[in-house]
C-alpha cells in the first residue's frame, strides 16, 4: 500500500549543510516509493506483523566486513547482505541503473540512496528469512534518512570494524577478486568517503548506544571471538 510521508525537516535539521542538498533531492523518491510493505501492522488490523530484524555491519574499506559477515551469519543464522554485492550485481545484469553504478563504484563515490534502499527493500522482501546482515550500509546520513523512510526498522546491532589505515589499504590491495575498486587511486577517495560520509552514521548510532565497535586488527580468527559475545545472549 502506498503511503505519503512526513516532512522530512525534522530529520535533517541536524544534518551538516553539506548533506542537506542530498537529502532535498531525495524528496521525490521518498514521497513516491514509500511503502507500509516491512512495517508492523497497526493495532486493530489482521495481517500478521512482519518485523525482520536488521544489523548494520560498518568499517572502512577492506577492514574485513565480508569476511566476518560470512563468520557471523553462518554461526548465527543471519542473511548477509551485502549492499555492494547488489550493486555488483546490477552492473553484470546490465539494468537501467548499471551504467552509473559502475562509475560510481569506480570513482570511489557512493550511489544515490534511490537506488541502494531499492536494492535492499528487494531483497528483504524476496528472502525467506527474517534476521539480516546489512554489509556495508548506511554509508552517508543521507542513505541513513533514507532506510528510516522508505524500510524503518531499527537496527538492534550496528557493528563498526576498526582499524587503521595503512591496513586496510594492504587488505585491499591483496584481495585478488578483479575488483574494478581494487586499487590505489580509488581506495583513497573511498577513505575520504568513509571519513566524510560514514562515519558520521557510525556517531549517530554512537550515540542512540546501538555501535559495538571491534577492534579489527588480527588474525580473522581473533576478529570473529571479539564479535561472538555480542549476537551469543
Ligand atoms: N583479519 C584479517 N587479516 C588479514 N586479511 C584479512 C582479514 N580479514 C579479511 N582479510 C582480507 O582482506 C580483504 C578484504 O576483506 P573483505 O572483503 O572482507 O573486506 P570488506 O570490509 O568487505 O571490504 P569492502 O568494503 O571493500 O567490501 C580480503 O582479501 C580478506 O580475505
Ligand atoms: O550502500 C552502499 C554500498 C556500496 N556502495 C558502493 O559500492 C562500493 C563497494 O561497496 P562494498 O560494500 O565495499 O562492497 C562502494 O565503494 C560504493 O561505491 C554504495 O554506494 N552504497
Ligand atoms: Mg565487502
Redesign the pocket.
Known amino acids: 500500500m502506498l503511503r505519503r510521508v512526513s516532512p522530512l525537516s525534522k530529520l535533517i535539521s541536524a544534518a551538516k549543510p553539506s548533506l542537506l542538498n542530498q537529502v532535498a533531492c531525495g524528496l521525490n523518491f521518498l514521497e513516491a516509493f514509500s511503502t507500509d510493505a516491512l512495517k508492523p501492522a497497526e493495532a486493530g488490523t489482521t495481517s500478521k506483523p512482519r518485523t525482520p530484524t536488521i544489523n548494520f555491519v560498518l568499517?572502512?574499506?577492506?577492514?574485513?566486513?565480508?569476511?566476518?559477515c560470512t563468520r557471523i551469519a553462518e554461526t548465527f543464522g543471519f542473511t548477509h547482505l551485502?549492499v555492494?554485492d547488489l550493486l555488483r550485481k546490477e552492473i553484470s545484469s546490465d539494468t537501467e541503473y548499471g551504467t552509473m553504478i559502475l562509475e560510481t563504484i569506480t570513482k570511489g563515490k557512493i550511489v544515490a540512496s534511490e537506488v541502494t534502499v531499492k536494492l535492499l527493500k528487494a531483497a528483504i522482501e524476496s528472502s525467506d528469512t527474517d534476521r539480516f546482515l546489512i554489509?556495508?550500509f548506511p554509508r552517508s546520513e543521507e542513505n541513513r534518512v533514507a532506510y528510516e523512510q522508505i524500510i524503518g526498522i531499527e537496527p538492534e546491532v550496528v557493528l563498526f570494524?576498526d582499524c587503521n589505515e595503512e591496513e586496510m589499504v594492504k587488505?585491499?590491495l591483496?584481495?585478488?577478486?578483479g575488483?574494478v575498486?581494487d586499487n590505489l587511486d580509488t581506495t583513497k577517495e573511498?577513505l575520504k568517503v568513509f571519513e566524510a560520509y560514514t562515519l558520521p552514521v557510525i556517531r549517530y548510532y554512537s550515540q542512540k548506544g546501538k555501535l559495538h565497535k571491534i577492534n579489527?586488527i588480527?588474525?580473522?580468527d581473533e576478529?570473529f571471538e571479539r564479535v561472538r559475545p555480542i549476537f551469543a545472549t
Do not use: L
Request: glycine fraction near 28%.
Open positions: 568499517g572502512g574499506p577492506g577492514v574485513g566486513k565480508g569476511t566476518q551485502s555492494g554489509d556495508g570494524f587488505r585491499i591483496h584481495r585478488n577478486q575488483r575498486d573511498r579489527a588480527g588474525t580473522e576478529i
